[in-house]
């Protein structure tokens, strides 16, 4: 990237808008280097400490805007922090993490401050499924305490690993909460069904929910699983409120994710159940 920008407009203190030949509208970020500049003046990439393009107009146009509306040392701190999730991964963050963790993080302090709390209902299924970005989302909220001395919640653990990972897989937020809604379904339904209370620390629950996970994305992606005829007339005979329930639950995937879902996942499914009625 050419090392010489032209400033375009400065959001605060700490970023402003620049130029660039190549890549157009830039964003550059760094303590104070929005200090007294003006349109039109150069600034040398040397000069920020991060910077990135955000190559869609809407996307350049709301980071723009929440700018306006978050304090300058939050975005700082932000800034520290994407850097060292960038750090921690071996893949390329998606840029739109700049927009979407700061609003969530700015936010979360704001309600935090009002004394509001928001119950994170996916917490323990986050920290089975995306153990990685669960451990870099614990330190992130380390460092906003260490910068701020706001203390959030531990359920936000939860949602900052999610925003983590949608930035590594560039998967839409959306999909990976109506998948963890869909797994909380399941769950209550195998509560429900055999009148328990599963410990959802225990290592058989943590198969469960990496194995509904992992259904889930096979049906997305159209896989097809083997199904093991002699073993399925086994656990269809032996244990039969297992096996039942493990059909109801294929049919909520099939209706949830409207996608047919291969008959063999009830049988891998009754396996799990099982297991977890033996330990009850």
């Known amino acids: 990237m050419k090392s010489t920008f032209l400033v375009k407009k400065v959001l605060n203190n700490n970023v402003l808008i620049a130029t660039h030949d190549e890549y157009k509208e830039t964003v550059m970020i760094g303590k104070g280097i929005g200090f007294g500049k003006k349109g039109g003046e150069e600034i040398t990439e040397t000069s920020?400490?991060?910077?990135?393009?955000?190559?869609?107009?809407?996307?350049?146009e709301q980071y723009k805007m929440l700018l306006t509306q978050v304090d300058e040392k939050i975005v700082v701190i932000m800034n520290d922090i994407i850097s060292?999730?960038?750090h921690h991964v071996k893949t390329p963050l998606n840029e739109h993490i700049h927009i979407s963790l700061t609003d969530h993080i700015s936010f979360a302090i704001k309600r935090v401050k009002q004394g509001m709390d928001i119950n994170n209902p996916f917490l323990l299924e986050t920290k089975v499924l995306y153990p990685t970005e669960y451990e870099l989302a614990r330190h992130v909220l380390e460092m906003i305490k260490e910068q701020t001395g706001i203390s959030l919640p531990e359920g936000e653990i939860g949602f900052v690993a999610l925003h983590i990972h949608t930035a590594i897989t560039a998967r839409d937020l959306s999909e990976i909460n109506r998948h963890s809604a869909l797994i909380q379904t399941i769950i209550s339904m195998i509560e429900n069904g055999f009148s328990i209370t599963l410990d959802k620390e225990s290592?058989?629950?943590m198969r469960l929910i990496r194995h509904l996970h992992f259904a889930i994305e096979r049906a997305n992606?159209?896989?097809e699983v083997e199904e093991p005829k002699k073993l399925a007339e086994l656990l269809k005979k032996e244990y039969p409120l297992c096996y039942n329930l493990s059909w109801k639950v294929v049919k909520v995937m099939q209706q949830a994710l409207s996608r047919p879902v291969d008959e063999a996942e009830a049988v891998y499914l009754t396996m799990h159940l099982q297991r977890l009625m033996t330990k009850i």
Do not use: P, S, T
């Not at 920020?48 to 350049?60: I, Y």
């Open 84 to 86: 060292y999730i960038q």
């Open 221 to 223: 992606k159209g896989e």
């Open 203 to 205: 290592l058989n629950y």
């Open 48 to 60: 920020a400490e991060k910077l990135f393009v955000l190559h869609n107009e809407r996307e350049q």
